[in-house]
């Protein structure tokens, strides 16, 4: 098994750029997510979805856009990159019933300049 | 809303000594529990959970966790630290009442176990 794979590993972007970090499963998960990973900060819930079709927003959504196409994949964009965006995202999945026990990525670390 | 805090930033033991990672929590009902650990370059990884049941949770490689309503913590155990359990540790909680899938975490602790 795959599990979440997560594309790239590193990016390093300018700023104003675009980019979209990928994110796949094998697992059939209903549930997958974006985390960004700060300093100091945790994990912060970015967007999310509960199945193809449907996505909603986490606790930091802005200047990220998502969309949910096919069970497996759940790609993250940047469409205008800033220096704040400078971090570490994981995607994670999980069965949405009965307790979600989250998979993640190994993370993408994006440089933004 | 639902929060959890971890009140340390990072933990020193020695190698055969307890560990202890602290947690604490704030949902409006009963949570729904988790630890995970992050291993340097890799992505988290599910280590326990409390749903309802056993205030003591049992989970990988040895660790344990303790689950108390009246002081809304959920500390994470190991009897015996190995230097292997360095890592960075999160605590996230769930409120099942006012969602079925968001997790919030913890800002995590790192623990370093010394030979």
């Known amino acids: 098994n795959a599990g979440v794979t997560q594309t790239p590993k590193f990016q390093v972007l300018k700023t104003g750029q675009s980019m979209t970090l990928q994110c796949a499963q094998d697992m059939n998960h209903e549930y997958m997510s974006w985390y960004r990973q700060d300093p100091g900060m945790g994990l912060r819930l970015i967007h999310y979805s509960v199945g193809a079709g449907i996505t909603d927003q986490g606790e930091v959504p802005n200047g990220y856009n998502v969309s949910r196409s096919t069970t497996e994949d759940f790609p993250l964009r940047l469409l205008s990159a800033a220096p704040s965006q400078t971090s570490v995202y994981f995607c994670?999945?999980?069965?949405?019933?009965?307790?979600?026990?989250?998979?993640f990525g190994a993370g993408s670390r994006l440089t933004v300049l | 809303a639902q929060s959890v805090a971890q009140p340390e930033d990072q933990v020193n033991v020695a190698e055969g000594n307890p560990l202890t990672v602290k947690c604490t929590y704030s949902v409006s009902g009963n949570p729904y529990l988790f630890w995970y650990v992050q291993y340097p370059n890799r992505g988290l990884q599910f280590l326990l959970k409390?749903?309802?049941?056993?205030?003591l949770v049992k989970g990988s490689y040895g660790f344990e966790a303790e689950f108390n309503k009246s002081q809304t913590s959920f500390h994470l155990k190991k009897p015996s630290a190995l230097v292997s359990d360095s890592a960075l540790y999160f605590c996230?909680?769930?409120?099942?009442?006012?969602?079925?899938?968001?997790?919030?975490f913890g800002a995590g602790t790192t623990v370093t176990v010394r030979a």
């Open positions: 409390y749903i309802t049941g056993d205030n």
């Open positions: 996230a909680v769930r409120d099942p009442y006012i969602n079925d899938y968001k997790l919030s």
């Open positions: 994670a999945s999980s069965y949405s019933k009965p307790v979600n026990v989250l998979t």
